[in-house]
Structures are given as structure tokens and as C-alpha cells.
């Protein structure tokens, strides 16, 4: 399986307290496995009009530490989150209701009080949230990588 949708949080939680604060506030559930906890809710709980009402949505909440840059001085619009949750459909492939579901998880991150980015597809920014402020969707076409930084609107954090 490969993780489509993610979230990135800034947070002094660990990843297994973000994971259950998710899970209450969708009605899902969290499972630990090989010590990472996964977050669980069923497709028909964030999407109820959903043809897989019974599929599982979700995946790890991990620690998420940046890769090193290339070149000094280099960075992406990720590097300075220390959580990642990762999502995908489980049983079955529809990228479009990934996306809606994923949407659905990060309208409650942001009401969490959390600096957190979403991203699809490992690159493509699609909204951001910071404390105090509501979520900003970035225009179509924006990337994670510092070339995109203009677009970004004060939006995300930098390490």
C-alpha cells in the first residue's frame, strides 16, 4: 500500500496521544502494532454517502523527523513538524474518496489548536492550519519544496 494522503502536526504530544485525540473526535479508533499506533475509522463514519461505508480509513501516527537536506540550506514545507500521520483506504483503491476522507481528518486537526500541513500524493500541499487561524488552502499546483515558498502565505512553519 502506498500512503497517499498525510498530515503533518507541530506539537509537544506524542504521536500516540494525536493518534487518540483523531480517533475520538471522528468516532474512529486507535491499534498499536510493532509499537506505532495506528489511526482507524470506518470510510461510512467520515463519509456516510460512501459506496465502501464499510471499508477502514487510516494508517500510522508516527514520530516524523525531516531527511536531510541536499544542499545547505535547502528545505520543505514538512521540515519543521515532528508528527506525521499517515492515510490511505484500506481493501480498496478510490484516490478521490482518500482525498475526501483524508479532508474530513484534517478539518479536525485543525480544530486541535496545532501548526499542521496536509499534503497528497508525497508533494503536493493542499492546506495548512496555524493556532489561532483558520485553515488556508493553498492554490492548486503547490508543492512541498522551497521553490513554492511564495505561495505558501505565511501558512507553514519553518524549521
Not at 63 to 70: E, I
Amino acid at each position: 500500500m502506498s500512503v497517499r494522503e498525510q498530515i503533518f502536526i507541530r506539537t509537544d504530544r506524542k504521536p500516540a496521544e494525536i493518534a487518540g485525540v483523531i480517533a475520538t473526535l471522528v468516532n474512529g479508533r486507535t491499534e498499536v502494532s510493532n509499537d506505532d499506533t495506528w489511526l482507524l475509522v470506518s470510510i461510512g463514519t467520515l463519509l456516510p454517502d460512501s459506496d465502501l461505508r464499510s471499508a477502514e480509513f487510516g494508517g500510522p501516527v508516527l514520530p516524523y523527523v525531516a531527511d536531510p537536506p541536499f544542499q545547505p540550506g535547502e528545505f520543505e514545507a514538512t521540515d519543521a513538524y515532528n508528527v506525521e500521520v499517515r492515510l490511505w483506504l484500506a481493501g480498496a483503491r478510490n484516490e478521490a474518496l482518500e482525498a475526501a476522507a483524508a479532508d474530513q481528518i484534517f478539518a479536525v486537526v485543525a480544530r486541535m489548536e496545532v501548526a499542521a500541513v496536509q499534503v497528497r500524493r508525497d508533494d503536493k500541499l493542499i492546506r495548512a492550519v496555524l493556532p489561532g487561524r483558520a485553515p488556508y488552502d493553498f492554490p492548486a499546483g503547490t508543492l512541498i519544496y522551497e521553490t513554492d515558498r511564495d505561495r505558501w502565505n505565511g501558512y507553514v512553519l519553518e524549521a
